[in-house]
């Protein structure tokens, strides 16, 4: 899929070449003050979140 002219967030890349799988687990309660500080653009389907709060970060993928 093409970035659309608006898209003002990143998008997904190639995988690098030693990059680590991650396995998805499903969400956790959800904690206090956490903030996405970082994300993907919202114009595809998957979107993946950095999150920070309360002493702890974690990516969040939405589907
Ligand atoms: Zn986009």
Avoid: N
Avoid at 21 to 41: F, H, N, S
Avoid at 44 to 56: D, I, K, N, S
């Amino acid at each position: 899929m093409m970035p659309l002219e608006e898209c003002v967030s990143p998008h997904l890349v190639m995988a690098q070449r030693d990059h680590v799988r991650l396995d998805w687990r499903k969400p956790y309660r959800a904690l206090e003050r956490v903030r996405p500080t970082a994300w993907t653009c919202a114009c595809w389907a998957t979107v993946y979140e950095l999150c920070e709060g309360g002493g702890r970060a974690f990516l969040r993928r939405t589907i």
